[in-house]
């Protein structure tokens, strides 16, 4: 029966790319597209465009490379073993083997806002992170349906693209910050004119600044959390857990909102819930979807599974009742 199940559950894995490929060029080219501006802004000279590439290139790479560290270290998170989180464990292999996937690394963050959050460059290198409030809050049930949620995020490819655009809001931002202390132009005239160019500086940072808000906006959509709910949910058989979960999380985080630093921020957008306080005008711009309306597609998806499973057992018992 227990094989049944499985099968069933494979069956029902749907895995929605989002064009997640297609975002991660996107980000890269514009990111070299930000460096070459800011190059030439501070005066284009050659004697910087190799200080320049090896940003770009540092940047490029470390993005990739290193995206579950800047994110995990963001959150001052450290791993920890089974003994640590027995039910962290138990139920991540479970769900992991049910999908029939690697198991990612399990890490807890010293922060009492409860939320959880997935990272890493693909299945094999990725990372999921509670908070010791969610552990606090939630029961084992909503811990699955939490942890189902997280782990849909790394088998439908969203991760990487999700911390590389977190990573680079924050280069952008701080290469139209070093533009007030970058010098220059071609000419002696541009040369004594760094009070102009600190000018330019400070109004390209402010503009910059939003365009790395707004990259994290364009990478991490409210479909996709939309997505992560319906498959998490059919990878545990149990949306209505996760309605508890999303209920009590948003509730949670609104009562005990974490601080917005510069790591947090980088990291919210990749959160299960929006971990900061959210009113007036913020809700429009907000990446996570609004919690009702997804507890409320929770609750439909409930019945009908419910309904899907009185369906089957009835055409079951017609079975074995004509044999």
Partial sequence: MDSVIVTIMNRELKVHGH???LKTTVLFALMWAVIMLVWWFTGGRQGTLGLFIVIGLGTTFGSYWFSDKLAIASMRAREVSEQEAPVLYRVTRELSA?????MPRIYIAPTMSP???????????AAVCCTQGILQMLNEREIRGVLGHELMHVYNHDILTSAIASAMSTVITYLGYSMMYLGGG?????????GGLGLIGVLLSAILAPIGASLIQMAISRTREYDADEDGSRLTR??????SALNKISTGAQANP???????????????????SVQGLSRLFSTHPPTDQRIARLMRM?????????????RYSQVGYQD
């Fill in 19 to 21: 064009f997640n490929g």
């Fill in 186 to 194: 071609n000419s002696r005239d541009d040369r004594s004119n760094g």
């Fill in 302 to 314: 409930a019945q009908e599974m419910q309904q899907s499973d009185v369906d089957a057992g009835s």
């Fill in 115 to 125: 939320n959880a959050f997935a990272t890493g460059r693909n299945e094999r290198h």
């Fill in 258 to 276: 974490m601080p917005q630093t510069a790591g947090t921020q980088n990291v919210a957008a990749m959160m299960i819930a929006n971990p900061f």
């Fill in 238 to 243: 149990d949306p209505e857990a996760l309605a």
């Fill in 98 to 102: 049910a999908a029939g996937k690697p």
